[in-house]
């Protein structure tokens, strides 16, 4: 089945720095690719998500790439703000399959 | 728009007693609900999925007769814990989704169970 490893696990930025989280999935038959922002005692929220025909897309100041070659994805938050400390989960999943999550990442950004 | 709700938010119940959480959608008929459950620190664990009007299907693991669940119609998903202990303590939220070719799914916001 899919595996989807997610790293790093935490990291720590000043306000204003850029961020990125990488996820690396195993089976290539997967196609749809969400990013889930996940704040303490809340359920996730979709943030964006990317699908596999397209390996680019931005939402003001977050963006996702995807190599379907290298089978990986990778979140890209810039000009990060101390609302955007929360913990990221991306996810992969084959055409109406289940989701599967990585293993989250908490960041931190610092004012 | 999809918005998914769920009731409690938080139960604190006594070991081996029932509890049962409701799942919505608010604005959309979810042919498909997931429950999952997540523990401290960790990521989310798929439960089980349900579509309206047939039985769950349940993950490797999790017992079915512990955790039923019911889809009974196209806006609601029940999962009661039965004879709940304190190892069944934990965050455990839904989604749903619309059945779209793609599995996007949107989440509730979860609801915290202590068992004592």
Redesign the interface.
Known sequence: GENVEQHPSTLSVQEGDSAVIKCTYSDSAS??F?W?KQEL??????II?I?SNVGEKKDQRIAVTLNKTAKHFSLHITETQPEDSAVY?CAA?I?????V????MKLTVNP | GAVVSQHPSRVICKSGTSVKIECRSLDFQATTMFWYRQFPKQSLMLMATSNEGSKATYEQGVEKDKFLINHASLTLSTLTVTSAHPEDSSFYICSASYGSSYNEQFFGPGTRLTVL
């Open positions: 196609n749809y969400p889930y005692g809340k359920g996730p929220q979709l998500d699908r989960f999943s055409r109406s399959e289940k989701l999550f990585g293993k989250g």
